[in-house]
């Protein structure tokens, strides 16, 4: 090694966490930024058609609004390097509100409907594996690119994908082009299954739980409940938390299948394995429902964190828009992508007709 290129004892190769908090702030006030222009989008809308009814403005939701101003900005100004680490933090944010929207489940309401919906989660996540393996054998896909596609669909999307990459040992290229196929299909339904729910007169309830199990990516799957409406919203992150309570399961079968085929490190600890996988803001999510249910908040203070995790999913929301490259999605190859959409399709259809049995026109009646 030569002189120049020794490192410097006195440098400090990691930044402080201030250091860290610093350099997001640009970035969370972007994600914050186009959230607020949203629901001023909104409220202005709105006020327009009370004083001109005749004018023929679309209502569109802050939701919406926030994401088409999220990739408007994205794909034609691009996203610059000052504002990428605060951006980054729209997961956080994510995460935040899927914790403080557990105050508006009570526990009763946890055992009476998530019961039936973690039966329907495991039809979803038995069929969507299925059907998502039989279809990249069909279509000759590399078998690892097959399985992240797999669990990304099955589970909660590029959270899924990034927690098995490391698992399966799975290629950079592999893992990128699953990613891709699994954030457009996320962006589809964000226009379409709001369309299919008006059209086929879905309740809040149905729709949300029908989003949370259909649509993979935990943020797409919020987003397309919230554009239904606040309790369909709800709903979905209900299904969408009771899906990605199953991640660790999931992931430990594909690493050990794929150790056993030599092609992976063998799991030592499958205990700490699936701790380590398991997505902790679950826990946070059934934390707050339980204190809420014994009484530990006040009516005021439930009202509180009900308004805080809208807060919290306000730039988050902006956050889904501001994240997705349309470049990236269209130049990954039309196999994968195919293979999505076919497997999305049966599975979405299928959900659907298993929630409108079992909330609409099933036991629940």
């Not at 959409?341 to 599975?347: A, D, P, V």
């Amino acid at each position: 090694m030569s002189a120049h290129t020794l490192p410097n004892p006195t440098a400090s190769p990691v930044s402080s966490p201030a250091t860290r908090f610093v350099r997001t702030i640009p970035g969370m006030a972007l994600l914050f930024g186009v959230g607020l222009l949203g629901k001023l989008l909104t409220h202005t809308t709105g006020l327009l058609q009370t004083r001109h009814p005749g004018w023929p403005l679309p209502h569109i939701e802050y939701v919406l609004w926030a994401i088409i101003l999220g990739l408007v900005i994205g794909n034609t100004f691009g996203v610059n390097r000052i504002f990428r680490p605060g951006v980054a933090t729209y997961e956080l944010w994510l995460k935040l509100g899927i914790v403080l929207i557990g105050a508006r489940f009570l526990m009763q309401d946890l055992f009476h409907i998530g019961g039936k919906t973690l039966g329907l989660v495991a039809i979803e996540l038995i069929l969507s594996l299925s059907v998502m393996t039989l279809l990249g054998r069909v279509f000759k896909l590399p078998p690892k690119l097959t399985s992240l596609l797999s669990i990304g669909s099955s589970v909660c999307g590029v959270t899924a994908i990034m927690a098995t990459q490391g698992a399966i040992d799975s290629s950079e290229e592999d893992t990128s082009t699953a990613m891709a196929s699994i954030l457009t299909l996320g962006a589809i339904a964000l226009f379409t299954f709001p369309a299919i729910g008006h059209a086929l007169h879905m309740s809040q309830q149905s729709y949300g739980i029908w989003a949370g199990l259909a649509v993979d990516n935990t943020a797409e799957a919020t987003v397309t409940g919230a554009i239904y409406g606040d309790v369909g919203g709800r709903f979905a992150v209900l299904a969408k938390t009771a899906r990605s309570s199953f991640l660790g399961f999931v992931v430990l079968g594909y690493a050990v299948y794929w150790a056993a085929q030599g092609q992976a490190a063998v799991v030592e600890n499958k205990a700490l394995f699936l701790w380590q996988k398991f997505p902790k803001f679950v826990l946070g999510f059934v934390a707050i429902s339980v204190l809420a249910t014994s009484g530990f908040f006040t009516h005021g203070q439930l009202t509180s964190l009900s308004n805080l995790s809208r807060w919290a999913f306000l730039p988050a929301f902006a956050g889904v828009g501001l994240r997705t490259n349309l470049k990236d999605l269209v130049g990954q190859g039309w196999r994968p992508l195919i293979v999505g959409i076919l497997g999305e399709i049966f599975i979405a259809l299928v959900t659907l007709g298993l929630v409108y049995w079992s909330f609409e026109y099933g036991v629940a009646k």
